[in-house]
């Protein structure tokens, strides 16, 4: 079980380490990790090849229902390898989910490409698909099978909807759309995996999907990702450029810019361990939403992430959202009493059109993105939280709504 003096995942400024301290989310080491890494050191097997490796990739590929995985050291390389192995050109754009991590559009740029940025709908926070289908219809025209946005010229390539806080996105219509104006769909399922879409596993219904097991998601290697998919010869390509493009590993033959991007077997072998508890860990996530909602139930001004009926949401993030007059605070003031009672939450990603890295970019309003910044806020939601952790998290969000603004 989670010990409360580890030090939190993410190092951000404002965290307490250690004592009572609640963290908002971090790893849950459980099984035969020391077992597979001990093996791994015994026999030397530590880096970027080894059976570890290939054994994580072939149990990720039957998780995500896929013919093919690669494992990558993070899953912004993995992003950034999908775009690449889909045809995704420098100067073309691709549209993504605004409210998300930023990782997506970074690795969009590594491409060369522009993300257009689409807004979050309004009930379960994912990429809005009538706001995709009017960019599609409206804003750009087909010609010759190559889609080009009216305003800028660029050719329209992908749809990379981001699976945000372990909720799938209404994929059905996003698949129709790229069928219907030649695009590419790549899923970041780097919060989702476990998450599932009218039940079928996110990550492997796109084209191609990503994931992440960075030390905050449902599964870790301390760092790490995976690509995911069907199409042979892209996994060939993606396996390829993951590895420094070696066409001759004896002569240092190469064909192309390669990278090194390859997952260590070490840290693969931390993968296969908690791949082995994914389904308790899914579990507990959803037991701790449960918590949530029984405990914070008629709370004023307080609202819960939901799950659509074609959904089974991991819970990855236990995301609410605070209407500022009713609740008696608003989520900043809310997240600095926490803090003063020893409890981490975050607000949900500052939206990616509003952030400097990439101003420039196309986008439409994305008001629904900037509601859910200004008043959203995650709570602990570790797998490892203990019931009494919870209920002081509980206790102390009722506090703070019923003493109003003297509570800070
Ligand atoms: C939606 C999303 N995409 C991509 C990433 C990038 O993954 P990584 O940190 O493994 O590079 C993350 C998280 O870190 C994420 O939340």
């Not at 926070?125 to 995709?132: A, C, G, L, N």
């Not at 990616?352 to 200004?374: F, K, S």
């Not at 206790?395 to 019923?402: K, Q």
């Amino acid at each position: 079980m989670m010990n409360a003096s580890r030090p939190t995942a993410s190092r951000e400024p404002g965290a307490i380490p250690g004592g009572d301290f609640i963290p908002l989310c971090v790893p849950e080491i459980r099984g035969h990790a020391w077992t597979y890494i001990k093996e791994c050191l015994d026999t030397g097997w530590v880096s970027s090849v080894g059976s570890f490796v290939d054994r994580f990739e072939r149990e990720i590929a039957a998780v995500a229902g896929t013919r093919h995985a690669v494992a990558t050291t993070s899953g912004t390389a993995a992003l950034h390898i999908a775009l690449l192995v889909a045809g995704v050109q420098p100067d073309d754009e691709v549209l993504v989910s605004t409210l998300t991590f930023i990782a997506p559009a970074n690795a969009i740029r590594y491409a060369g490409a522009w993300p257009v940025f689409i807004d979050a709908d309004p009930e379960y926070w994912q990429m809005d698909v009538d706001k995709v289908r009017v960019f599609l219809r409206e804003g750009c025209t087909l010609a010759a099978g190559e889609l080009r946005n009216k305003v800028t010229g660029r050719r329209v390539r992908a749809i990379l909807p981001v699976h945000v806080l372990g909720h799938p996105v209404d994929l059905d219509p996003i698949l129709d759309l790229a069928r219907e104006f030649h695009l590419a769909v790549i899923e970041d399922a780097a919060e989702s995996l476990g998450t599932r879409y009218k039940g079928r596993a996110v990550g492997g219904l796109g084209d191609v999907g990503c994931l992440s097991f960075n030390g905050n998601k449902v599964i870790t290697t301390g760092g790490g990702g995976m690509l995911v998919t069907n199409n042979t010869d892209w996994a060939k390509r993606a396996r390829y450029l993951t590895t420094q493009a070696k066409d001759d590993p004896v002569e240092y033959e190469h064909h192309a810019v390669g990278y090194n991007y390859r997952l260590p077997n070490v840290l693969a072998a931390l993968g296969v361990s908690q791949l082995e508890v994914l389904d308790a860990f899914v579990e507990a996530k959803r037991r701790i939403a449960a918590t949530y909602v029984e405990g914070l139930r008629g709370v004023p001004g307080l609202t819960h992430m939901r799950e659509a009926p074609w959904a089974f949401s991991t819970y990855w993030m236990y995301t609410v959202v605070i209407d500022p007059e009713p609740f008696g605070m608003d989520s900043r003031k809310l997240l600095a009493v926490l803090q003063e009672n020893g409890i981490q939450s975050r607000p949900l990603w500052r939206p990616l059109h509003a952030t400097r890295a990439h101003q420039g970019a196309e986008r439409a309003a994305c008001p629904v993105a900037e509601h859910l910044y200004r008043h959203a806020l995650s709570l602990p939601c570790s797998v490892g939280a203990t019931p009494a952790q919870l209920a002081k998290v509980i206790a102390c969000i009722r506090a703070a709504s019923a003493a109003g603004p003297a509570a800070v």
